[in-house]
């Protein structure tokens, strides 16, 4: 271990704490793809405005996960990995409550900015922290299980706003990040961040990404591998409505409903993943096997002509599964880099690839405009899958890689 003698239960709390973080992450983040029609009806968007409305309203969000991304991770390995634990929860709580309250869509768009610059800190402050506190054989397992405990967030987001009205599911989403805020009281920092914390060295220096070669391709990299997985569920299936109607579907497909069966494939996939990864000893090999998986589904998905509310739950399903290589993508990215600057890369990276899906959208329109929406979805897919898979074969390999290591 890599934490003090005796410390088993703190790993285990550590476990606990960010998979539940991951939960409150995950459900405040899909809860807009869910409830986009209820609430833009209400508050008075035409229907010819729904889905350029709701790329605006989601890339707003998107962009506060990139500015976020940026400023939790460099106080992460400036600070401590602890102070963005709770400073991310606060932000994103208190947003999501003032969610219930706005009344147009530009108030809408600037809450759901401030609640993703909240959200970015989740994820890679407790991966990082996670990653730093177990061995390096077994660090694969405590990640998978932030991950699977983290997307069936989804799930619950989709019951909440089935049942109470859709200001109600952002009162309920700030609310449980609250009650979650008590709990991370008793978190530790992790061993490896005490150790360097009061070194008289470069810590969080986010430049410093930029200003070696080697390690600005390798930075880079780490963001290409994600690419396809936001694609998938911010625009195949937040927009299932719009590709179901080009696919002659005899009834509107319920993108709330597809978000549902996406992150339970997520969860799955998140778990056979990790598992996948322990056993065959390579992170490299199991995400690959899923980005081939992405390829395939999105594929089976574009080609359903007259698609109905079943095979899109079960393709909705199925191409959740294969994007369900996340929590092994955002640990690949932390072990491929020094304590000094972990926090400040795995932070952004998960948040960059977020971000990344603002370009991807503009991309995705300009070709709706040059063909259509099923060709668009085409040439989208096979071009994010071609850069990932790139990019995951000209990095190295890091499932054995020992962690206690600074970037000089």
């Known amino acids: 271990m890599n934490t003090a003698p005796g410390s088993r239960k703190n790993v285990i709390f550590i ?127 405590g990640t998978m299980m932030v991950a699977v405990v983290g997307v069936l967030g989804a799930i619950v987001a989709f019951y909440v706003a089935k049942h109470f009205d859709w200001r109600n599911a952002y009162l309920v989403g700030g609310g449980i990040g609250i009650f979650l805020l008590a709990l991370r009281v008793g978190t530790f920092e992790s061993g490896l961040y005490k150790n360097v914390a009061d070194k008289k060295i470069v810590k969080g220096k986010f430049s410093m990404l930029f200003s070696n070669r080697e390690r600005f391709l390798r930075y880079l990299y780490c963001l290409l591998i994600g690419l396809p997985i936001w694609f998938v569920v911010g625009i195949f299936v937040t927009q299932a409505p719009e590709f179901g109607k080009a696919l002659g579907a005899p009834e509107t497909l319920s993108a709330g409903v597809g978000i549902m069966f996406t992150y339970i494939g997520i969860s799955l996939g998140d778990l056979f993943a990790g ?114 898979i790139f990019a995951l074969t000209q990095l190295k390999e890091s499932f054995n890689k020992d962690l206690n290591y600074l970037e000089e």
């Open 275 to 388: 598992l996948l990864a322990q056993m065959t000893k390579s992170r490299k090999l199991a995400v690959f096997i899923f980005q081939i998986m992405i390829i395939i589904s999105s594929v089976w998905y574009l080609s359903s002509t007259g698609i109905t509310q079943q095979k899109f739950h079960w393709l909705a399903f199925f191409m959740g599964l294969a994007v369900g290589y996340w929590a092994t993508f955002v640990t690949i990215s932390s072990e491929q880099f020094g304590t000094n600057l972990r926090a400040t890369v795995t932070t952004t990276a998960p948040n960059f690839v977020r971000g990344a899906l603002i370009p991807s959208t503009f991309l995705f329109e300009f070709f709706v405009h040059r063909f259509n929406i099923i060709t668009a979805g085409y040439i989208m897919i096979f071009l994010l899958s071609a850069i990932a």
């Open 15 to 141: 476990v606990i704490v960010a998979s539940l973080g991951y939960f409150v992450d995950i459900y405040d983040l899909v809860i807009f793809s869910i409830v986009r029609i209820q609430s833009f009806h209400d508050i008075g968007i035409p229907e010819a405005a729904m889905r350029t409305g709701g790329e605006y309203v989601l890339n707003m969000q998107m962009g506060g996960l990139l500015l976020g991304g940026l400023i939790w991770g460099i106080i992460g390995d400036k600070f401590g990995r602890i102070k963005v634990l709770f400073g991310s929860i606060l932000l994103y709580s208190f947003a999501n409550m003032a969610n219930a309250y706005v009344t147009n869509i530009n108030s809408y768009a600037i809450v759901r900015f401030l609640a993703g610059v909240g959200l970015a800190g989740e994820l890679g402050a407790g991966i990082t922290l996670v990653s730093e506190s177990m061995h390096k054989n077994k660090r694969g397992y």
